[in-house]
Nanobody, 122 residues
Framework: QVQLVESGGGLVQAGGSLRLSCVAS????????MGWFRQAPGKEREFVAR????????DYADSVKGRFTSSRDNAKDTMYLQMSSLKPEDTAVYYC???????????????WGQGTQVTVSS
């Protein structure tokens, strides 16, 4: 089992920045590819970003490309999502997820956090 806990969400004005963290415990963090997803009210959960075990490969949804950056620190069992130039449409609950590889992050991650709320005001 892998337990994931997100933090760092909050209320920010449009154009502002936030950094989300996802701390993992239970199994060896570096064995897993990781992802960020989000779900806005009334909408389905959507992919935001993913990162491979070493942090050397990242992939982003078109809607956040150039504004969000995913990174990880395997020594701290932590993944980050640096969000800049935030827009009201970025408002959602943000979830981190862990999977055996990058493909599985999208196909069906095995482990999920409880989510952290991000609200961007206009």
């Amino acid at each position: 089992q892998v337990q994931l806990v997100e933090s760092g969400g909050g209320l920010v004005q449009a154009g502002g920045s936030l950094r989300l963290s996802c701390v993992a415990s239970g199994r060896t963090f570096r064995n897993y590819a990781m992802g960020w997803f989000r779900q806005a009210p009334g909408k389905e959960r959507e992919f935001v970003a993913r990162i491979n075990w070493s942090g050397g490969i990242t992939d982003y949804a078109d809607s956040v490309k150039g504004r969000f950056t995913s990174s990880r620190d395997n020594a701290k069992d932590t993944m980050y999502l640096q969000m800049s130039s935030l827009k009201p449409e970025d408002t959602a609950v943000y979830y981190c997820a862990a999977a055996v590889d990058l493909r599985t992050v999208l196909a069906g991650a095995e482990y999920w956090g409880q989510g952290t709320q991000v609200t961007v005001s206009s």
